[in-house]
């Protein structure tokens, strides 16, 4: 972590979210931090979505950044995260973790589409500041939904609390039949 972290953070109006998400939690988690992959994914069972064009709102209201589908096939979808948020995690630390953010994702989906899904970080890009999430579902693992048959879908309010222009939709993707 930079020294100048506080600078950073203030200056880009992040402050709250900077000292809990790249001070506090790695202090507390010390090198344990695959469990904020688990409460990603608590996060999204307690914050149920109910389609695909309510995750990056979910996204950017929740300051994670800007989501934006990129490529998609039956299995596997490639999801990239940007914004001013990720631009200033990363510069404030090369090392960010984004497991939080992966594991709400792949609990969204999975909850959606009704089949097992994980998620992976595959590339970080320092120097375009995006963060590249893999999903990959199993169609042959399909989940029992008479479990979820209590879920109480979150009801998204658009635009609350953000800019319109901070936010995305999960604009075209590249659609692959296999």
Request: charged content about 25%.
């Amino acid at each position: 972590m930079k020294e100048n972290f506080y600078q950073i953070a203030i200056k880009n109006g992040q402050l709250p979210n900077l000292l809990l998400r790249d001070a506090l939690l790695p202090e507390i988690l010390g090198n344990d931090n695959q469990i904020l992959y688990w409460a990603g994914k608590a996060l999204a069972r307690k914050f149920p979505l109910l389609n695909f064009a309510d995750i990056p709102t979910f996204f950017a209201q929740a300051g994670w950044g800007d989501l934006l589908l990129y490529k998609a096939n039956k299995n596997r979808k490639i999801y990239q995260l940007s914004g001013a948020n990720v631009k200033t995690r990363l510069e404030e630390n090369k090392e960010a973790e984004f497991l939080l953010e992966a594991g709400f994702l792949s609990e969204s989906i999975q909850t959606i589409e009704g089949y097992i899904t994980e998620t992976e970080i595959s590339e970080v890009n320092l120097k375009k500041h995006v963060v590249t999430l893999s999903v990959q579902s199993d169609h042959s693992e399909i989940l029992d939904f008479e479990l979820d048959s209590q879920l109480n879908f979150l009801e998204l309010i658009p635009e609350h609390n953000i800019a319109s222009s901070e936010l995305k939709t999960t604009g075209t993707a590249t659609v692959e039949n296999e």
